[in-house]
């Protein structure tokens, strides 16, 4: 089987984010198609050897201290040189700063793969330090995988290494998802009787929650918010001031339950609106599923898998308003919410489907491989 060694600075069981996700697909998939994967990534707990999770292993080293975000390790140098020795492929995700690092300080000379999930938006100080680092990394790589061409042609660093960029958009596998009980889809009947709209994700700085709550006033359409993060305590004090009896926090959730949460669902809202939010993994959930989207032009992937009129409709970013009037339209209009949800489930076998991911990986990983060779 062909070895691919995955580096990012988090991963399951210690975080649940997007990126992670990814991995996991990317992993799980490339096991179905003769494709051994290992992840090495940092924990704040421990350091783990050969953890098996699915069909790959996994391997901790314990963050020492972090800067920006950023986790570094000690002890990440020699089990990296240690697991790279014995791969055939180098799979980075980035941005990483501390990743960038390790590629050189351990003399990385196998072939080199970056999935480029996001330009760095917020952090524009710590930027300018790391830049010299992230050009020369990024120069040095043998090929850049973007999710989207939406990505590809509003980055400016990509641009600048368009030659080595290919696009492979994000994938999932639908049997991957827990089929939820009667007893699970029951539970959660009873507690949202009427028709809801279903966000999921992290409560990070860039989802535009504080937007979803701004379009859930005044109306009386549920909304169930799935997650957790730093600014929980600030949302859901937003939520106390403006009064909305019609927004649920439900949490961090199991599969199963975030499932059945998919499966009863009205639409799946997605107000990102900064370019933090790459690609949304989560809108590919909601088509996989069949609903209608709703989301917001940031000139990322979002646009990509959400196509105006088609598989939903969207909205002009940071826009309370135009995102309550986009809710209306749907649920005001039952046979234009489930067209929209047929082409968007359409749209996820034509493009976002693990399989068709893994096939475009796996054939980047071979043609490194044989130029390798030469």
Same mark, same amino acid.
């Given at each position: 089987?062909?070895?691919?060694?995955?580096?990012? /600075?988090?991963?399951?069981?210690?975080?649940?984010?997007? @990126?992670?996700?990814?991995?996991?697909?990317?992993?799980?998939?490339?096991?179905?198609?003769?494709?051994?994967?290992?992840?090495?990534?940092?924990?704040?707990? =421990?350091?783990?050897?050969?953890?098996?999770?699915?069909?790959?292993?996994?391997?901790?080293?314990?963050?020492?201290?972090?800067?920006?975000?950023?986790?570094?390790?000690?002890?990440?140098?020699? /089990?990296?040189?240690?697991?790279?020795?014995?791969?055939?492929?180098?799979?980075? *995700?980035?941005?990483?700063?501390?990743?960038?690092?390790? *590629?050189?300080?351990?003399?990385?000379?196998?072939?080199?793969?970056?999935?480029?999930?996001?330009?760095? +938006?917020?952090?524009?100080?710590?930027?300018?330090?790391?830049?010299?680092?992230?050009?020369?990394?990024?120069?040095?790589?043998?090929?850049? @995988?973007?999710?989207?061409?939406?990505?590809?042609?509003?980055?400016?660093?990509?641009?600048?290494?368009?030659?080595?960029?290919?696009?492979?958009?994000?994938?999932?596998?639908?049997?991957?998802?827990?089929?939820?009980?009667?007893?699970?889809?029951?539970?959660?009947?009873?507690?949202?009787?009427?028709?809801?709209?279903?966000?999921?994700?992290?409560?990070?700085?860039? /989802?535009?929650?504080?937007?979803?709550? &701004?379009?859930?006033?005044?109306?009386?359409?549920?909304?169930?918010? +799935?997650?957790?993060?730093?600014?929980?305590?600030?949302?859901?004090?937003?939520?106390?001031?403006?009064?909305?009896?019609? +927004? *649920?926090?439900?949490?961090?959730?199991?599969?199963?339950?975030?499932?059945?949460?998919?499966?009863?669902?009205?639409?799946?809202?997605?107000?990102?609106?900064?370019?933090?939010?790459?690609?949304?993994?989560?809108?590919?959930?909601?088509?996989?599923?069949?609903?209608?989207?709703?989301?917001?032009?940031?000139?990322?992937?979002?646009?990509?898998?959400?196509?105006?009129?088609?598989?939903?409709?969207?909205?002009? =970013?940071?826009?309370?308003?135009?995102?309550?009037?986009?809710?209306? /339209?749907?649920?005001?209009?039952? &046979?234009?919410?489930? *067209?929209?949800?047929?082409?968007?489930?359409? =749209?996820?076998?034509?493009?976002?489907?693990?399989?068709?991911?893994?096939?475009?990986?796996?054939?980047?990983?071979?043609?490194?491989?044989?130029?390798?060779?030469?």
């Amino acid at each position: 089987m062909l070895k691919v060694l995955h580096i990012y /600075k988090t991963y399951y069981p210690d975080t649940f984010g997007g @990126i992670e996700q990814v991995i996991y697909q990317l992993s799980e998939a490339g096991y179905k198609n003769g494709i051994k994967s290992t992840v090495f990534s940092l924990s704040k707990q =421990r350091n783990v050897d050969s953890m098996i999770l699915g069909n790959h292993v996994v391997y901790y080293a314990r963050t020492s201290f972090e800067i920006a975000s950023t986790p570094f390790s000690i002890y990440a140098i020699e /089990k990296f040189k240690e697991l790279a020795k014995s791969a055939d492929i180098i799979h980075y *995700h980035f941005p990483y700063p501390y990743m960038d690092l390790l *590629h050189f300080i351990c003399g990385v000379k196998k072939p080199t793969v970056v999935s480029y999930h996001s330009d760095i +938006v917020k952090q524009k100080t710590a930027l300018k330090i790391y830049q010299p680092l992230m050009h020369s990394f990024l120069n040095s790589v043998d090929r850049i @995988i973007a999710s989207s061409p939406n990505y590809v042609k509003t980055s400016s660093i990509l641009q600048r290494y368009i030659d080595k960029v290919t696009v492979i958009p994000y994938g999932l596998d639908r049997s991957s998802y827990p089929v939820p009980s009667e007893e699970k889809l029951r539970y959660w009947k009873a507690i949202f009787k009427d028709e809801f709209f279903l966000f999921v994700g992290a409560f990070r700085y860039y /989802k535009g929650l504080h937007i979803l709550l &701004e379009a859930a006033k005044n109306n009386d359409f549920n909304v169930v918010i +799935v997650g957790s993060g730093d600014a929980e305590n600030e949302l859901k004090s937003l939520a106390q001031k403006l009064e909305l009896k019609n +927004v *649920h926090f439900v949490g961090a959730v199991s599969d199963e339950d975030k499932s059945a949460l998919l499966t009863l669902c009205y639409c799946v809202v997605f107000p990102s609106h900064l370019r933090s939010e790459a690609f949304g993994i989560s809108l590919a959930e909601g088509a996989m599923y069949g609903k209608p989207l709703i989301s917001a032009e940031i000139g990322t992937g979002t646009s990509f898998i959400n196509i105006h009129n088609e598989t939903g409709i969207v909205v002009e =970013r940071n826009n309370p308003q135009a995102l309550q009037d986009a809710m209306f /339209k749907l649920i005001s209009e039952p &046979e234009l919410a489930k *067209h929209y949800g047929s082409n968007a489930y359409q =749209r996820y076998l034509d493009f976002f489907t693990a399989e068709h991911m893994i096939e475009k990986y796996s054939a980047v990983y071979h043609e490194l491989m044989s130029e390798a060779e030469l």
